[in-house]
């Protein structure tokens, strides 16, 4: 059975690398100080503390997650408790029409085209350290949510930030943005599950969902 990762190892953080910015986020968990995979293939997820879906076109994302097989290996993982960092159209993969493991529908480029991307200064509940800048392209916005989610942010009074438990799910882009906290929440949660001696495997590894 794959361990996370001890108290004294850096944290196993994999980035979906089927499309989209994830070298962008991979540079960042890098300078944190995490171990870097790039998800491809199912095995991949093996010994994971951490999950990265970056942004890029969802409904390609969405294609290749399904393709190789991935969508429900790493929907057992999250909902057994692998901490998941949604950027963009990693917020539209974890909503009820994707993989389904948040409790959020998003609207598809809901500040408009490409044409129409735009930076803000935004207060994250929770994310100290001042305002965050935030990039916006193409994003979408949280339409409609749960109760058990908690909005960190809201611009024009649409979510763009959200918490659910150990998944966090953003509408713009951080990560070219030079603000590491939200990749830092991340590896947070990562180091606290590892000190515990939490880990995991993949489900197809075993045949099981997920292994403690």
């Known amino acids: 059975m794959p361990s996370v990762g001890g108290s004294d ?13 994830f070298e962008a986020h991979g540079r960042v968990l890098a300078r944190l100080g995490a171990r870097v995979r790039e998800v491809r293939v199912v095995a991949d997820l093996d010994g994971l503390a951490g999950l990265v879906i ?32 949604g950027s963009c159209a990693g917020l539209i993969m974890l909503d009820h029409e994707h993989l389904g493991l948040m409790d959020i529908r998003a609207e ?12 803000a200064d935004l207060e ?8 965050m800048r935030a990039i916006f392209i193409r994003a979408p916005w ?3 949510h749960g109760p ?3 909005v960190l942010a809201d611009l024009d009074g649409h979510p763009v930030a959200a918490r659910e438990g150990r998944m966090l799910a953003v509408a713009f882009h951080s ?38």
Do not use: K
Not at 56 to 85: M, N
């Open 175 to 212: 990560e070219i943005a030079g603000d590491d906290r939200l990749h830092e929440l991340l590896l947070d949660w990562a180091r606290e599950l590892a000190a515990a001696g939490v880990s995991w495997v993949t489900p197809e590894s075993t045949g099981e969902s997920v292994s403690e």
């Open 142 to 144: 949280i339409a409609e």
């Open 54 to 85: 970056p942004g890029g076109e969802s409904t390609t994302i969405t294609l290749g997650v399904e393709r190789e097989g991935l969508a429900e290996p790493i929907a057992a993982l999250v909902r057994e408790g692998l901490p998941v960092f």
């Open 108 to 119: 598809r480029n809901a500040f408009g085209r490409q044409v129409r991307s735009f930076e």
């Open 124 to 131: 994250l509940a929770g994310v100290s350290g001042g305002p």
């Open 9 to 21: 190892a850096p944290p196993l953080i994999g980035v979906l690398a089927l499309q989209g910015d």
């Open 148 to 150: 058990d989610v908690e």
